[in-house]
């Protein structure tokens, strides 16, 4: 086992680590998160018994394990940061305007799906859940919420439902007594009849063929996720998104995202209470 003093991560290393990351999920390693990289993998290279960053991606190039390895750094750097009822103004506009606008375009069906892409711990599908089933408008629909990640590790903690105060720190004690109860563990669980329309999956954004199988979506969420990719990977993303969804389907994107020089197949639908993009036509 290595035991000398913590490895230190050179810009050189920092980019060839760069370069693994972006292949293999778009994510972009900033030289700001230098830090946190350095930090965060030091322990990998404990664990492996490597001396320094060099050897580090020569593993994760070379070793039968480099891939396995590499998900593992991926999982260890990527920010994964959410919480229930997160950018609130855009919540809002779902519910008193886009709900209405679904009720009507699927009627005839009364079925309705979305995703949310990037869910990271599942807290942005439940929320969706929470206000889809909560609004009642849309009872005896056949409901399907997914939430999709790349994190393996995130997607255990989503599937089991269960959270702690920073999950539910900007959750008011109204939606806290409506949509939760409180598990033997001392979290809140979601309640059954929110978790129930709610599936998760592990996809990985660049993979168009599993993308592929995600058609028929009437809303897609994806926010706080392209932020991390390059403007070459986000055109990608936004192209298989339009496919994925239906005619006259909406995409939401986080409040510091747009689709400006990424695509000019979607329409802005301009909200009381926020922007949003529709792909063009009806069902
Ligand atoms: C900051 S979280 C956003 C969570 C949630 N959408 C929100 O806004 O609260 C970003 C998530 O995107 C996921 N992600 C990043 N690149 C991805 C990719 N190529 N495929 C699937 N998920 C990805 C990460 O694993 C992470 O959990």
Redesign the pocket.
Known sequence: MWTGPSPKLSREELHALADLFAQA???VLREDLAFVAERRLAVRLEVLGLGDFKAYTRYLKHDPKGREELDHA??LV??????FF??PAQLEALEHELFEALVEKNQRQRRLKLW??????G??PYTLAMLLVGSRRFVGWELDVLG????TK?LVTARHAEYGPSALRATSSAQLAKYFELAPSGRHRVRTEFREVVRFGH????DRDALGTLEGQDVI?????LI??DVETRRR?IDAFYDCLTPGGYLLL?HSENLLSLSTRFELVHLEGDLVYRRPGST
């Open positions: 999920c778009g994510f991926i999982e990527m920010p994964h940061e959410t919480y997160r950018e949310s892409a990037g869910c990271a711990t807290e942005e999709t990640d790349l994190s995130s996809v990985n954004l660049l969420c994806c926010r706080n996720v991390y990719f993303v986080g």
